[in-house]
């Protein structure tokens, strides 16, 4: 008797485990997409980044008569420039400039914005390196999506496979994007970047080049004594275009010295959200910590590979990634009205099958043994 009664518990249990397994195994099976909060203009903004990679390289291939190079850039993109360069003012890494070539990182910035509340009209000061052109090809989508005002200052000299062509700048590719109606947003002063800002890293043909750029694109050109003087030059700008208005948000792509202040191989910033940056002690404040003292957000964008990983998208791909990927436009879940379903069922079906456990238990039985 006591061999036939651990039998029948051990089938039970084994019962139920199998259809735990089961039910488990069919929710996974049925999961479904589910958007993640604003999607729509996260969706329009990854969009128009899409268009936008488009309309460059076609003015990069068709009007500027280049030729796409197979191994630093295997997606035709367009967007990964000369590894050498009169405005080359360091070295890149090419695995982070093909990971930010992806629409995607439009949504991404747009969850950021979200986060912290920005709405149409809001002032966004934004510090540009050429270094990552994709990258901020994904800041303006954003930008235009959400309906921002930004204030953009550029340095004109660029990393490593960045916008390191000096006839296809930052500058350039803004002006293009305007002309062609895909984007308003341009860039209201310039520096040569580099060394102290302004450009000491940069030979006479590159400083000439940088200054050319500008001319020819209709920015004016910070020009500064030292380093300080560039960061002070720019908070200027800042608040004068701001017109008495608040400043909502801080946006840094790439590693600017002006902006971070520092270098970051000395100091690392990890990319995304910060708001805490005036609790940090850094040894030089840019325009980026000055602002973060007065309470502004800050949103870095550097690091693509992080970044990538962190939302789902995929790091250094020989592919242009398809709009509508990563964590930040939506991910499978479980169908919430299945899994409901499936809870209820298990419970009733766990019921049924040890009520006789449970009336052994609690039922008492008469002395003769009989129920």
């Not at 708001?275 to 000055?290: E, H, I, K, S, Y």
Request: charged share 20%.
């Amino acid at each position: 008797m006591a061999y036939s009664y651990q039998t029948q518990r051990r089938i039970l249990v084994g019962v139920l485990a199998v259809l735990a397994v089961a039910c488990t195994w069919i929710l996974e099976e049925t999961k479904v997409y589910r958007r993640a909060p604003g999607y729509e203009v996260k969706k329009r903004a990854a969009e128009l980044a899409d268009r936008a990679y488009d309309a460059l390289k076609d003015y990069y291939v068709g009007d500027l008569g280049r030729t796409i190079n197979p191994d630093d850039d295997p997606a035709a993109t367009g967007m990964i420039g000369p590894r050498s360069s009169p405005i080359r003012n360091s070295q890149g890494n090419l695995a982070a400039k093909r990971t930010s070539i992806n629409p995607n990182f439009a949504a991404v910035i747009v969850d950021y914005f979200q986060q912290i509340n920005l709405k149409p009209g809001d002032v966004v000061a934004v510090a540009l390196s050429s270094s990552f052109p994709a990258m901020t090809v994904n800041l303006y989508a954003a930008m235009e999506a959400m309906e921002l005002q930004p204030v953009v200052i550029t340095t004109v000299g660029s990393s490593t496979w960045g916008a390191t062509d000096p006839d296809f700048t930052w500058l350039d590719m803004e002006r293009v994007l305007q002309e062609k109606g895909l984007m308003r947003i341009r860039s209201v002063a310039a520096t040569p970047g580099g060394s102290n800002d302004m450009g000491n890293s940069l030979s006479a043909e590159g400083r000439r080049l940088v200054a050319e750029a500008c001319e020819r694109n209709g920015v004016r050109i910070l020009t500064s004594r030292n380093i300080l003087d560039a960061i002070s030059n720019r908070m200027d700008v800042y608040f004068e275009r701001a017109g008495g208005r608040d400043i909502a948000a801080y946006v840094n792509v790439g590693g600017s010295i002006a902006s971070l202040g520092f270098s970051l191989a000395q100091i690392p910033l990890p990319s995304g959200l910060h708001t805490d940056l005036w609790t940090r002690n850094f040894p030089r404040a840019g325009t980026m910590v000055r602002l973060a003292k007065m309470g502004v957000p800050v949103i870095h964008l550097g690091l693509p590979q992080n970044m990538a990983r962190r939302f789902g998208l995929p790091v250094a791909p020989d592919y242009l990634p398809a709009v509508g990927d990563g964590e930040a436009l939506g991910k499978p879940g479980y169908n919430i009205g299945l899994t409901a379903a499936m809870l209820v069922f298990y419970g009733i079906l766990t019921l049924i099958l040890t009520l006789p456990e449970l009336r052994r238990r609690f039922v008492k039985t008469s002395p003769g043994g009989a129920a």
